[in-house]
């Protein structure tokens, strides 16, 4: 089935560092890939959606110049969180769409990101 | 009013009980519907996924979506410690292959032994 490998799986930072998170599809060509952001005991919230050599549309209230996706290839998607602080401190996973029936929505699984 | 309303939990039942899980929705655009498990500081997996109405069956799980009253369930049977998770429903109007998914809170189910 279709894979989805993200990394790292945990990251501590200090404030204002930058942060980036990979997500690969391993097995299939991811042309939509998705970013969302988790707090604990919450539903996912979809950050950005981005697809292959195009830039990422943000969802509103999303800044696009903090959380910066890369959609370079079909198979790779990151997420830079720039100049950090406490308040970025969250779970964030990716999820990718491939092309043809059956792939549906795969999700990688997770970062943990700690900014102190 | 939110697109999607799932009853957050906790719930919690004894090792072997038919488990109920449920969402309501708004948006009659959404034609598909799935249901993740999540379990603690893991991605979600998949466990079911629906097109339009009706009722799919996979093992002990048996998801049903009723678009007329917009509302779709998710059901265990003979459940197991090691369904102990969170559970979301998600759906889309735009298809699998790249429509933007709407989640559900997520209901956190307890299986006692």
């Known amino acids: 089935g279709a894979v989805v490998s993200q990394h790292p799986s945990r990251v501590i930072c200090k404030s204002g560092t930058s942060v980036k998170i990979e997500c690969r599809s391993l097995d299939f060509q991811a042309t939509t890939m998705f970013w969302y952001r988790q707090f604990p005991k919450q539903s996912l919230m979809l950050m950005a959606t981005?697809?292959?050599?195009?830039?990422?549309?943000?969802e509103q209230g999303v800044e696009k110049d903090k959380f910066l996706i890369n959609h370079a290839s079909l198979t790779l998607s990151t997420l830079t969180v720039t100049s950090a602080h406490p308040e970025d401190s969250s779970f964030y996973i990716c999820?990718?769409?491939?092309?043809?029936?059956?792939?549906?929505?795969?999700f990688g699984s997770g970062t943990r990101l700690t900014v102190v | 009013q939110k697109e999607v309303e799932q009853d957050p939990g906790p719930l919690s039942v004894p090792e072997g009980a038919i488990v109920s899980l449920n969402c309501t929705y708004s948006n009659s655009a959404f034609q598909y519907f799935m249901w993740y498990r999540q379990y603690s500081r893991k991605g979600p997996e998949l466990l079911m996924y629906t097109y339009s109405s009706g009722n799919k069956e996979d093992g002990r799980f048996t998801a049903q979506v009723d678009k007329s009253s917009k509302y779709i369930s998710l059901f265990i049977r003979d459940s197991q410690p090691s369904d102990s998770a969170t559970y979301l429903c998600a759906m889309s109007a735009g298809g699998n292959q790249g429509g933007k998914l709407i989640f559900g809170q997520g209901t956190e189910l307890s299986v006692k032994p």
């Open positions: 981005s697809n292959e050599g195009s830039k990422a549309t943000y």
């Open positions: 999820s990718a769409s491939g092309r043809g029936p059956g792939y549906g929505y795969t």
